[in-house]
């Protein structure tokens, strides 16, 4: 990718975001594959993952 043109840091991203995205499970419904990928590239972006309404603010159930 650094040969592409594209920074060292956007193309470990990139790569980091694909390989998250492929251990998503095949069988889910699109929308909460697309809900898990969404909480994936909020995590990478933030280096936290993001907190949904079913957790407390250190992220526990």
């Not at 650094?2 to 956007?10: A, D, L, Q, W």
């Not at 419904?29 to 909480?39: N, S, V």
Request: glycine share 8%.
């Amino acid at each position: 990718m650094r040969s592409r043109g594209i920074p060292e840091g956007e193309a470990r991203w990139l790569l980091i975001q694909a390989f998250l995205a492929e251990t998503a499970p095949d069988g889910l419904p699109e929308a909460l594959r697309d809900e898990l990928i969404a909480a994936m590239q909020t995590w990478l972006a933030t280096g936290n993952p993001p907190l949904s309404a079913e957790t407390d603010e250190e992220g526990m159930l």
